[in-house]
């Protein structure tokens, strides 16, 4: 490790909300925002997307000590995790209809 606070702080990934600190956390709610965003693959696939996104974007956006955070906005915001469920729900499905059909 390294003696610099900095770099120990984006190494832990201590800058990203928690639920985005996991890899896999992080492959789902990509995917589901593919999926709930009907035209976001005119902007690339979800992969591309992810690894620009938390890889990139955030590590430098922090580095320069900005965080994303929650908005504290009173308005009804949609779930993520309703979103994610929906898309696991959905491609499950789509799984199982695939292994019925004969």
């Known amino acids: 490790m390294s003696n610099d606070p900095l770099i120990e702080w984006l190494s832990s990934g201590e800058y990203m909300p928690e ?3 996991d890899f896999h956390s ?4 990509f995917k589901a925002m593919h999926n709930t965003i009907t035209n976001a693959d005119e902007n690339g696939n979800w992969r591309d997307g992810h690894v620009y ?3 990139t974007f955030l590590w430098y956006m922090a580095r320069c000590g900005y965080t994303l955070q929650r908005s504290r906005k009173q308005v009804s915001f949609r779930s993520i995790d309703d979103d994610i469920e ?3 729900k959905e491609t499950a ?3 199982a209809k695939i292994l019925s059909a004969k």
Do not use: A
Request: aromatic share 18%; net charge positive; glycine share 0%.
């Open 93 to 95: 499905d789509s799984f």
């Open 19 to 21: 639920f985005l600190r």
């Open 53 to 55: 996104v938390v890889d």
């Open 26 to 29: 992080q492959k789902d709610l």
């Open 86 to 88: 929906r898309f696991r």
